[in-house]
């Protein structure tokens, strides 16, 4: 119940939008995204880091990490992705394992787990901050400087990018000197990712049929979202520096509008592009 909820919630960081598994056909209706709210760079002095390589699912499009709630036969070496219901093998290295022979990821309390991981990540990092701005002023004020206090602790090379939300959700461009443009959307509108990526000129222009008079050369131009730290962190600082509380008025006895569901999905919108 809520207490097992509030437990790991307690344990992990990690909060998610829903906490019960749904069918099908609730998936369909469901308005808020699948999400998870974690708390990056959680300690957990109990859980010592672990200096091998997480085992990735077999499957290309899912890749999820072994983890103790996937289903294993030991017998036959075999574990099921809880993801995508791949079954795979264990890599030769776990040969050994039984019942009572479990590696850590395995184990209960590994619910949380640090790899250790040699030679970096094969793909570059990708922070993009959702940024809430129906709050106080103070808080909102107390939110920007932890922003840009976290900008300074991310590697130099990794990608960032910046969507703020409030009764609208605005994607920010970044990388353009001195002049900040966003691109705005109602979040009563549901857009798949392929509109999205036309609104915000990610996709290449239809191949030219040889038809209607011929047009000076639009070149596609892709918008960049996503930039190395290092290249906009002053950019992007300044521009958290900027941010206002979200304009629209509040009724009198309610919470504000805010569009977190539409904010979710034009962010994961925009990482598939990318
Ligand atoms: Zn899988």
Redesign the pocket.
């Known amino acids: 119940g809520a207490t097992y909820i509030a437990q790991n919630e307690e344990r992990d960081g990690v909060r998610f939008s829903w906490k019960c598994a749904v069918s099908r056909l609730e998936a369909t209706r469901m308005v808020v995204p699948v999400a998870s709210l974690f708390t990056p760079l959680r300690e957990r002095p109990d859980l010592p880091p672990i200096q091998y390589e997480p085992v990735l ?1 077999s ?1 290309a499009t ?3 990490v072994l983890n103790p709630l996937c289903q294993v036969d030991y017998r036959a070496k075999l574990w099921a ?1 809880n ?4 079954r795979n093998q264990f890599p030769p290295s776990y040969a050994g394992i039984s019942e009572v022979n479990q590696p850590a990821e395995l184990l209960p309390q590994f619910s949380t787990i640090e790899y250790v991981v040699h030679g970096g990540p094969q793909m570059p990092l990708v922070f993009l901050y959702l940024v809430d701005t129906c709050m106080e002023d103070e808080d909102l004020q107390a939110l920007k400087e932890s922003l840009q206090m976290s900008l300074s602790l991310l590697p130099p090379t990794a990608l960032v990018g910046l969507i703020t939300f409030g009764r609208m959700v605005q994607v920010h461009e970044l990388g353009c000197e001195g002049i900040s443009k966003s691109y705005v959307f109602r979040g009563t509108k549901d857009l798949t990712a392929k509109q999205l990526q036309e609104m915000l000129g990610l996709t290449k222009p239809a191949a030219n049929q040889g038809r209607g008079p011929h047009l000076p050369s639009l070149v596609f131009c892709p918008v960049r979202f996503l930039q190395p730290v290092q290249k906009i962190d002053m950019n992007l600082t300044d521009l958290l520096g900027e941010l206002q509380r979200d304009p629209w008025p509040v009724t009198q006895g309610k919470r504000p509008l805010r569009s977190l569901g539409a904010a979710m999905s034009i962010a994961v919108g925009l990482l598939e592009t990318n």
């Open positions: 699912c499957r899912c890749r999820a992705c993801f995508c219901y791949q």
